[in-house]
């Protein structure tokens, strides 16, 4: 084992607010010590102990690595034809998701595992050493349970969706996926995953379907978290502060009282910008559920339908011109506030003892991440 020292930090963001003097626990002129994955000591340069190695990152911005919460990164096909035609007016609908469960379907272990390992790649080259993977473009007990083993591969963060949509073959009985679904399918899945997660949307699950999921769930000890309110006011939002979700995920469509049930509960806001971005929905206001004490989070939502971006930098300049968010807030909710929706509280911050997980800036501050949109800025990552 071998300790890191790195120094010459022009502006370091620890997201620790017992540290410096604001609410990202902003530091200059500073220094980490990494030893054996871990942060072991934070502080001014000219005060950094020793280490086996150095490295000098010469006034640089570092920040915590991105924390992705939501992605849908194991999966097989293509579908920039449905992109194409949102572009030139066609809606988007629930229903796309089931072209790449056929795809899924026909693909091979390697295929599946070659696309997964691609994308974890991509991310990770632009800042994210955290990230969730979901299930639930195979809709059936073999294929649920590969992407949930070959996920696993690459993360912790393992989300069961078999409640994605209901596939075809069982479009005449709803209930008997369902069953599933919470059933044998789930049983398959749980000694992969960590999560559980449902669609309850038009389209996809109403909140009865949606409660029995989840309930299966949590009697098996998966965590649950839920896509709500993405294609207009619904129960999920209220589903998911029922069942105690880390995270209710799009947020696009919320009433006043889906905006009070998050501000007086403990789950996260997940906000997926990509999403709008790609089936030109309106963007979701960062600033009503910040301003209501709601706790935000940013993720990519990285699928082939609706948002193929692995970029976290790119969800951070969406917040900040769209959705109403400081840099320094969407920065945030990009890290801590993706540890708070995966419920973690070693990453997205880099405090003593938490991981070694962390972006070098080409840049001197992290504003540029909102500043400088669709630069390559992530020039180093260490970690993840």
Aim: net charge negative; aromatic share 4%; glycine share 10%.
């Amino acid at each position: 084992m071998t300790s890191l020292l790195i120094t010459g930090i022009g502006e370091l963001t620890t997201n620790d607010p017992d540290v410096g003097a604001d609410a990202l626990g902003t530091l200059h002129d500073a220094a980490v010590v990494i030893d054996d994955g871990r942060v072991a000591w934070i502080g001014p340069a000219t005060s950094a102990p020793a280490a086996d190695s150095v490295r000098d990152v010469d006034g640089a911005a570092v920040i915590p690595g991105f924390v992705d919460s939501h992605s849908h990164t194991v999966f097989a096909g293509d579908r920039a034809a449905e992109f194409a035609a949102r572009m030139t007016g066609t809606p988007y609908a629930a229903g796309g998701i089931r072209t790449t469960v056929a795809a899924t379907r026909a693909a091979t272990d390697g295929e599946l595992r070659a696309r997964l390992r691609s994308l974890r790649a991509e991310s990770r080259a632009q800042g994210t050493t955290t990230q969730e993977v979901k299930t639930g473009y195979g809709l059936d007990v073999e294929t649920e349970t590969r992407l949930a083993r070959i996920a696993a591969e690459v993360t912790s963060e393992v989300t069961f969706l078999g409640a994605h949509v209901v596939p075809a073959e069982y479009a005449e009985d709803r209930a008997a996926y369902v069953a599933l679904v919470a059933g044998a399918m789930l049983a398959a899945v749980r000694p992969f995953a960590r999560w559980i997660d449902v669609f309850c949307e038009r389209g996809a699950f109403d909140p009865d379907e949606s409660r029995t999921v989840l309930q299966a769930g949590i009697a098996v000890g998966l965590l649950p978290r839920v896509h709500g309110n993405q294609l207009g006011e619904g129960a999920g939002v209220q589903l998911a502060v029922e069942v105690g979700a880390a995270s209710v995920d799009h947020c696009t469509y919320l009433s006043d009282s889906d905006v009070d049930a998050l501000s007086g509960s403990d789950t996260v806001a997940t906000l997926l910008p990509g999403v709008e971005f790609s089936t030109k929905h309106p963007y979701p206001s960062a600033r009503r559920l910040l301003d209501a004490g709601v706790v935000v989070a940013l993720a990519s939502d990285c699928n082939p339908g609706t948002s193929f971006t692995t970029s976290m930098p790119l969800m951070v300049a969406l917040a900040v011109r769209e959705m109403g968010m400081s840099p320094d807030e969407a920065v945030w909710a990009a890290t801590a506030g993706g540890a708070r929706a995966l419920h973690r509280d070693d990453v997205g911050v880099l405090r003593v003892g938490a991981r070694g997980d962390l972006a070098v800036l080409n840049a001197p501050s992290r504003i540029h991440l909102a500043y400088r949109p669709g630069v390559p800025l992530v020039s180093e990552v260490i970690g993840g």
